[in-house]
């Protein structure tokens, strides 16, 4: 445990704030680039990113300077005005994506709703029915709760809004069983993050996009957390063969700061209309312009093939593990990677881990999962991939 944990702090938590976060035993105060630091000075290298929020790695210069100026200049002010911050980064993600345009919202689960919405406005009339896949995961909000295939996660709000078909990321089958005329959109992730690393299987991610061609259903492909060079390319998609009809996006697309956006190719890219959708704080000039700072970074490829590179040495070091017997299973595609345990150790991995100065995070009592900062150094790669076995063997 954090030496530095104030039990007044978390006597405060308790008394202040609703109960919905299990958290770690850390108080967090300062973070540079891939390391955060505790109230007493204490150094953890950061291996979860606020779940691949933080690609940038924590307080950039470049975004910290966008995000000074603008901040100093106009923070906010209204959609019933013209601001450029927010042109600029449409433009941006319409030049690096899949073209068209821009909705900007204010997090994963708004990018979701907006999608929901596009979907359902460009079907018309008798569409409405969206397929996803089960174990999937985009948001808690209603909308993007009934998009989510976990039952464990939605149990307790049904009556859920939508009517969404849930089908398995294995089995195109099931797709074909589910698609039909009544199907408005098919919501796919390429690799499925909060289930632990799970990728979805390539036909079925190509079947998606036939079926959508067949019937006239929109492929909306949710790249909050595989996208923006996480995985490697700047959308996980463009290697996965698949073109999005819409691109959903998030998390670190403000380098830290809340933002989401939903972009729509060009055919279909004024389907919502004035006044069908909007957010008082969507494309705030402040957002927007740690967004453009953000992207511009993690658009390098030489960051792209570090990514590669060091994602590579990691999925090698976990691939020890399974090699020496300590794990059962490890998979990933650049630094987004996985390990399973066949006993339900991942919590105390995750403990053991925060002893030596590790910030993971476990997606289930069996699985750790690793998605550091995509600034961190070859250097602290390795030095994960050592501490590994000795947390694993000490426990
Ligand atoms: C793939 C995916 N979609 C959507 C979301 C929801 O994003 P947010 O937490 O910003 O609402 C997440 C968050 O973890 C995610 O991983």
């Known amino acids: 445990m954090s030496e530095a944990l104030d039990p007044r702090l978390v006597a405060r938590e308790a008394d202040a704030v609703m109960p919905t976060y299990r958290r770690m035993p850390v108080e967090l105060v300062r973070g540079e680039g891939a390391y955060l630091f505790d109230p007493a000075g204490r150094r953890y290298v950061d291996c979860i990113a606020g779940i691949s929020m933080a690609n940038v790695g924590h307080c950039h210069p470049e975004v910290v300077e966008a995000i000074q100026a603008q901040a100093a200049t106009l923070i906010n002010t209204s959609n019933l005005f013209y601001t450029e911050p927010g042109i600029a980064l449409a433009e941006w993600l319409r030049d690096h994506t899949i073209g068209g345009k821009v909705f900007f919202c204010n997090s994963g689960a708004e990018a979701a709703e907006a999608a929901l919405k596009l979907a359902r406005r460009h079907g018309g009339e008798g569409r409405d029915e969206v397929v996803a896949l089960r174990d999937g995961f985009h948001g ?28 398995s990321r294995d089995d195109p089958a099931e797709l074909d069983e589910a698609v039909s005329e009544r199907t408005s959109a098919i919501f796919v992730e390429v690799i499925q993050g909060e289930i632990g690393v799970q990728p979805v299987a390539p036909e079925v991610l190509i079947r998606a996009r036939e079926l959508c061609e067949r019937v006239g259903a929109l492929l909306v492909v949710d790249e909050i957390q595989t996208g923006l060079s996480r995985t490697g390319p700047l959308l996980a998609s463009s290697e996965a063969g698949i073109r999005p009809d819409v691109l959903m996006l998030a998390k670190s697309l403000g380098g830290g700061v809340p933002i989401g956006a939903v972009v729509a190719a060009p055919a279909i890219a004024d389907t919502l209309r004035p006044g069908d959708h909007g957010s008082t704080f969507a494309a705030s000039p402040l957002a927007c312009a740690a967004g453009l700072a953000a992207c511009r970074v993690l658009a390098d490829p030489a960051l792209q093939d570090d990514v590669r590179r060091l994602g590579a040495i990691l999925l090698d070091g976990l691939q020890a593990l399974v090699d020496q017997g300590i794990a059962v ?52 790669v390795r030095e994960l991939t050592r501490v590994l076995p000795e947390v694993c063997g000490a426990l």
């Open 140 to 167: 808690r909000t209603f909308g993007a709760l009934s998009l989510t295939g976990q039952p464990d996660k939605q149990e307790a709000f049904r009556p859920l809004v939508s009517t969404v078909r849930h089908v």
């Open 329 to 380: 299973d490890s998979r990933g595609r650049g630094l987004m990677c996985a390990v399973d345990f066949a006993e339900p150790i991942a919590g105390d991995v995750v403990s053991g881990l925060l002893e030596v100065g590790f910030l993971a995070n476990n997606t289930s009592a069996h699985t750790v999962r690793f998605l550091p900062p995509l600034v961190i150094s070859e250097e602290d």
